[in-house]
């Protein structure tokens, strides 16, 4: 800790001293957040709104990396996008959870959304262990499957010390499989034999991003969406918890094999701060609104950071089995918890 603030100082003293380095360090920053703007106009497009900015930004990132390269001279500033972007962005996240509706109304969905957790990071590193694929990415998948996606995924990579490409390829993977799942719950809703409430809670439960669960949930019907996000809601709370377990796990471990444990991601307590302000503050909704759309953007900016370092020849060679353990996984969690609600309902 004290290495790293450290070094930190001497970062921000050179930055004082030398203003071209200061300059290119903007444009970085800039960069990135110009590669966001346009994920984010794409991601309203008719059809590609299907996958949403955050893909479209990370997509965008990789081809560029692939196509003309990465850009070195302005490095610092699309590392600090990367690494400190994403920090805020999840502490402006945390206004989206309304603790109190999930520990007031969603007692039970807890509960279920607790075992849809274990039962996804159990099952894709299983899989990822008879599969031999990356077990370092497997657990991002794993833990994004379970609890809320790519911000799930941008939340504990600090804590487990992920590099930036497997962070990228995760949350990419997350998004766009997250779609497809999306899509394929609207096209099987008049064929299930379950209400609008028990489809929209399903979707809540199984889907990756609060905006697969939305828009699966929204055909159902703006009366019964409240329901689908409150189950997802209850497993963005449930993020708190095991971001803690498993700072444990790495310091723990880190000890173990003699070396530095994980620090105390801090970029937590502004979290679960700012789920307290959101709960329990009188903040105006459109304000809150302006927040969430400031943190998809910045949390989109991050990913651009962090796509810039995947290289298509290490995504195939890599990420093909994790995939595979994270779509079986996937499909596990949606059968438990469709078959859940169906035999014991809320």
């Not at 899509?183 to 809703?189: A, E, H, K």
Request: hydrophobic content about 55%; proline content about 4%; aromatic content about 10%.
């Amino acid at each position: 800790m004290w290495f790293q603030a450290k070094e930190n100082l001497s970062f921000q003293n050179a930055l004082v001293i030398d203003p071209e380095r200061r300059n290119r360090f903007i444009i970085g920053i800039l960069f990135t957040m110009v590669f966001a703007a346009t994920g984010t106009w794409l991601g309203d497009l008719p059809g590609i709104n299907r996958i949403g900015a955050m893909l479209s930004a990370i997509l965008l990132a990789v081809i560029y990396r692939n196509l003309i390269g990465y850009p070195e001279s302005i490095r610092e500033g699309i590392q600090f996008s990367a690494r400190y972007l994403m920090r805020f962005a999840i502490v402006l996240y945390g206004f989206k959870l309304n603790i109190d509706m999930v520990l007031n109304k969603g007692g039970m969905l807890l509960v279920y959304d607790a075992m849809i957790i274990v039962i996804a990071i159990t099952t894709t590193m299983l899989l990822a262990k008879l599969f031999k694929a990356d077990l370092n990415l497997s657990l991002l998948l794993g833990i994004g499957t379970g609890v809320c996606g790519a911000a799930a995924i941008a939340a504990v990579s600090p804590i487990l010390k992920a590099n930036d490409e497997d962070t990228a390829i995760g949350a990419g993977i997350i998004a766009l499989i997250g779609t497809l799942f999306a899509l394929t719950y609207t096209f099987l809703m008049p064929i299930l034999p379950i209400g609008p409430v028990e489809y929209a809670v399903w979707s809540g439960m199984s889907l990756h991003e609060i905006a697969h669960v939305a828009a699966a949930s929204m055909p159902a019907g703006q009366d019964v969406l409240a329901m689908g996000l409150l189950a997802k809601l209850g497993r963005v709370f449930l993020l708190i918890p095991l971001s803690l377990i498993l700072s444990l796990w790495m310091k723990h471990k880190g000890e173990g094999e003699g070396n530095q444990s994980a620090p105390f991601p801090w970029f937590l307590v502004g979290f679960i701060l700012t789920s307290l302000a959101g709960t329990y503050l009188p903040i105006p909704e459109v304000v809150l609104n302006d927040i969430s759309q400031a943190s998809s953007f910045l949390l989109a900016a991050a990913m651009v950071g962090l796509g810039l370092n995947v290289h298509l020849s290490s995504l195939r060679n890599r990420a093909l089995r994790p995939i595979g353990a994270m779509i079986i996984a996937s499909v596990l969690i949606s059968s438990v918890s469709f078959f859940t609600l169906l035999w014991f309902g809320l």
